[in-house]
């Protein structure tokens, strides 16, 4: 099992960064970094992929209605190039909130912009002349659209691979097993991995009956609060503005993917009463409604023993890359604990 972690994209990047040696030899594999509507991805991982020399690094997720299919497929060949070859490209459509009130672009059809977005960027890997003649995507327009002076183009650069791993985030089922058939990996939230098989096994099932066998098998890369220790339980509650902000907020009443997951996992009335809380401003009632239960089972705290009980479901459910957000008040202490965790998920 890869153990990974995520730079926090709020502030103190180059800081974590300057750290990043420590948990390196603590253990840690690979580094996400998110993008939201903060500061982009793409910058953030340059730097990343100039101060580092063997983690793999990854987007966790860049969204792709805020860019072309073609650009994404440069960027990540650009990012490949600069680490070596140790990019993943983590994607995915995020939610009509942040496309439509952030990027003010619509938020439709986001399945099948999934599936052309992989397949355009794998063709500009392979650096085929690029004619793509899509639902969603035609490359070059077609006659009648545009000028009409476009001309199939291929890749200048001859990338570093021709087949850069893609991890598609996906909590849907449609989502889930267009991941299962055509991505290198999948990145679900909120990972409860006794409930898991229940709310995504028939998804993944579907999508691996469609997978290429000429791709890997399929990387679940699960998150996890991560702290360890006999006196340590209450640090679960630090998840509850968290839960509250995705379940409450994330999304309308009637079209929250995360309140529909919550309820998936057995707390459909849990889900709606925080929903109610949150989109009336009781912010801090919503993280006081979040299930205890629901807490624990998407996390790792606790005494080393409990800890080790939770990787081991983790694994049983397919979990392939664990990663971790370690909680402790020093940098000393956090990479103290990338180091436990390690030696509990060999």
Not at 187 to 204: N, R, S, T
Not at 227 to 243: E, M, N, T
């Amino acid at each position: 099992m890869r153990i990974g972690m995520s730079l926090n994209y709020a502030g103190g990047f180059a800081e974590t960064v300057a750290e990043l040696a420590d948990f390196e030899k603590a253990g840690l594999d690979i580094v996400f970094v998110p993008e939201a509507y903060s500061y982009d991805a793409v910058s953030q991982l340059g730097y990343l992929a100039a101060r580092t020399g063997r983690l793999q690094i990854a987007s966790g997720i860049l969204q792709l209605y805020s860019r072309t299919p073609t650009l994404v497929a440069m960027t990540a060949a650009g990012l490949d190039y600069v680490s070596d070859g140790r990019f993943n490209l983590g994607i995915g459509v995020s939610g009509p909130q942040v496309i439509e009130g952030w990027h003010g672009v619509p938020y439709d059809h986001p399945i099948g912009r999934t599936r052309e977005t992989i397949e355009i960027c794998r063709a500009v890997w392979r650096r085929e002349r690029l004619t793509y003649q899509g639902r969603h995507y035609q490359i070059p327009l077609p006659p009648g659209q545009g000028t009409g002076l476009g001309k199939a183009l291929k890749l200048i650069n001859h990338p570093v691979r021709e087949r850069i791993p893609i991890f598609l985030a996906a909590v849907g089922r449609r989502n889930t097993a267009l991941a299962a058939e055509l991505a290198e990996g999948w990145q679900p939230i909120f990972y409860f991995p006794e409930k898991a098989a229940a709310v995504w096994g028939d998804a993944l099932a579907e999508g691996t009956a469609r997978r290429d066998p000429s791709l890997p098998p399929l990387d679940v890369i699960a998150q996890a609060s991560l702290a360890i220790g006999d006196d340590v339980a209450d640090l679960v509650d630090l998840g509850r503005p968290a839960l509250a902000l995705y379940i409450g907020g994330m999304g309308a009443r009637g079209q929250n993917f995360y309140a529909k997951l919550a309820a998936d996992y057995g707390y459909p009335d849990e889900a709606r009463a925080i929903q109610d809380a949150y989109l009336s401003g009781r912010k801090d009632e919503a993280a006081a409604l979040v299930p205890r239960s629901l807490l624990e089972g998407i996390s790792l705290i606790g005494p080393r023993s409990h800890v080790a009980e939770r990787i081991a479901a983790l694994r049983e459910a397919g979990v392939t890359t664990l990663n971790v957000q370690p909680l402790a008040p020093t940098h000393e202490q956090r990479v103290r604990l990338v180091e436990q965790v390690r030696e509990l998920a060999s």
